[in-house]
């Protein structure tokens, strides 16, 4: 009887979380037509993503969700993803929520050789600009395909946006069938990688610009064949400065979802070659070349992006256990605060090379990043308290702000960061040509000319369901604000990119430690 009470206590008590729930539907179809089987993930920045799948009603429930601010992220197969955020608030479930999915474009053409042959086994590639932290722009491979026996292939269901098609020979390898291909002599033949329509340099290519529910055809290449190179060095431990056995890879830069990539076995010890290996079968172009090792408990990596132009002889490769980033973090005013909330990220410059995992702060401001492997990178922080922001960060003389901290074999001086404790908040909402409000839209508050150069000012949210949006954190000073329907993250802080909006944005001048309100003209997507 006594336990009985004290669940039912227990229950009473509970605080109940709300639910939300909502449904996937085709946004094509005339009527309602439900979509089965949708992956549906929930997110938020203060805990791990929550993930399901649609129901044959196409609906979804999530249950016991704390109140607080979600990205709500569906996808579906031959559909493009879309993404809604939703704020929950204690006591008041969402049931609301209805998303509907566009049909994902989908791309096809031919190959051919310079005798109008069709060509089997060539992979093709669509190819998307991507930005990195500081705005430094590269490419992506986003979905990849290899033609038939006709030469023919097909990229489906790719996101909404412009690309560069490139088509470049795979080469064979034991044991793994490809398509029959016409050509008797096609292994023997190499074709360098071609961008659309025709060339070799990737900045001749054309761009494709692509809409939910294109399917876009006629996008043919003719290659020319071409000799290989290939790419000979040592790799070695740079603490011991011993070759060693390991497997050594190459794979084109941007190439998030190629196949394509070379390997090769360096020579284990006690040869006296150890540490020695040869890429065969290369093609002119940049890559990234990787490599890990095991010594006893410690793993050792590397990661070096390489521009290959012909044959090289001597590459060089050092693994490393990457180094410990550390620093503390303190308010300008010299007040108290708990930290433990904020997180630091170290965001490697160049989108291509790898940045390591976040690093918790502790109560009294410390942190540690590990395993960084040498390179350049920016420095972010998440969940600042109120509306602190991060005004300076040196580690020793070197400003970490206006600047990428280079990190070489070893750990650079302690990063001494302040945070100003002045900043101000500024609350919106997106609207349209005709007044109404715009969900999911990309704003960001963008300072004046002389201080585009620094990323931390930069302030970036998505509006709501209800299209608002709340900054936080907003340093002094004069600024912009956009707010894009559709924008590649990162894509603000190029200087050329924001120019050809720069008349679009709406001026404002933030004094320290204010409040301020704006409505803002979403800017359509093309």
Request: aromatic share 8%.
């Amino acid at each position: 009887m006594i336990a009985t009470l004290l669940l039912l206590l227990l229950q009473v008590a509970a605080p109940t979380q709300p639910a939300l729930s909502g449904m996937v539907v085709d946004a094509r179809a005339p009527f309602l037509q439900p979509l089965f089987d949708a992956r549906v993930e929930l997110v938020s920045d203060s805990s791990s993503p929550l993930t399901l799948r649609t129901d044959a009603n196409g609906r979804f429930v999530f249950s016991n969700v704390r109140a607080g601010r979600y990205r709500v992220s569906v996808s579906g197969q031959g559909f493009l993803r879309k993404t809604r955020t939703v704020t929950l608030v204690a006591g008041q479930p969402r049931n609301d929520i209805v998303i509907g999915l566009d049909a994902a474009p989908t791309i096809y053409g031919r190959i051919k050789d310079t005798n109008n042959v069709p060509i089997a086994n060539i992979l093709v590639e669509a190819i998307k600009v991507v930005y990195g932290p500081r705005g430094d722009r590269s490419v992506a491979s986003v979905e990849s395909a290899l033609s038939d026996d006709r030469g023919e292939y097909h990229l489906y269901w790719l996101d909404s946006g412009d690309y560069y098609i490139r088509a470049s020979a795979l080469m064979p390898k034991p044991g793994v069938p490809v398509p029959a291909n016409p050509l008797a002599n096609s292994f023997n033949t190499f074709f360098a990688p071609t961008y659309y329509p025709g060339f070799r340099d990737p900045k001749d290519a054309a761009t494709i610009h692509l809409r939910a529910g294109a399917n876009l055809s006629a996008f043919d290449f003719r290659l020319q064949p071409t000799s290989t190179v290939d790419l000979w060095g040592n790799i070695s431990s740079y603490g011991t400065g011993e070759g060693v056995g390991t497997l050594v890879t190459a794979m084109p830069a941007g190439a998030v979802a190629s196949v394509q990539k070379f390997e090769g076995k360096s020579i284990s010890p006690p040869d006296k070659n150890a540490g020695d290996f040869k890429l065969n079968g290369m093609f002119p172009g940049t890559f990234i070349v990787s490599a890990q090792f095991s010594q006893g408990s410690q793993k050792l990596t590397v990661h070096r992006k390489f521009t290959l132009k012909g044959t090289e002889r001597a590459f060089i490769l050092k693994l490393s256990p990457g180094s410990a980033v550390s620093g503390g973090i303190a308010a300008e005013s010299g007040a108290a605060l708990d930290l433990r909330s904020v997180r630091v990220a170290l965001d490697s410059t160049d989108p291509d090379l790898p940045s390591p995992e976040i690093a918790a702060v502790d109560r009294d401001g410390q942190f540690a990043v590990a395993r960084v492997e040498p390179g350049e990178y920016a420095i972010r922080m998440v969940n600042l308290p109120g509306e602190a922001y991060l005004k300076s960060a040196k580690s020793g003389d070197a400003d970490t702000l206006s600047k990428p901290l280079r990190v070489e074999y070893g750990s650079p001086p302690i990063i001494r960061a302040v945070l100003g404790m002045d900043g101000s908040r500024l609350e919106g909402t997106v609207v349209d040509g005709a007044g109404r409000a715009v969900p999911d839209a990309t704003v960001v508050l963008v300072p004046d000319l002389a201080r585009r150069d620094a990323p931390e000012l930069y302030r970036i949210e998505t509006s709501g369901d209800d299209g608002r949006f709340t900054l936080h954190g907003i340093p002094p000073g004069e600024y912009k604000l956009f707010a894009w329907e559709s924008i590649e993250p990162n894509a603000y802080l190029y200087s050329s990119y924001l120019g050809a909006y720069e008349n679009r944005g709406t001026a404002f001048n933030v004094p320290a430690s204010s409040s301020g309100t704006a409505t803002v003209r979403v800017i359509p997507a093309d």
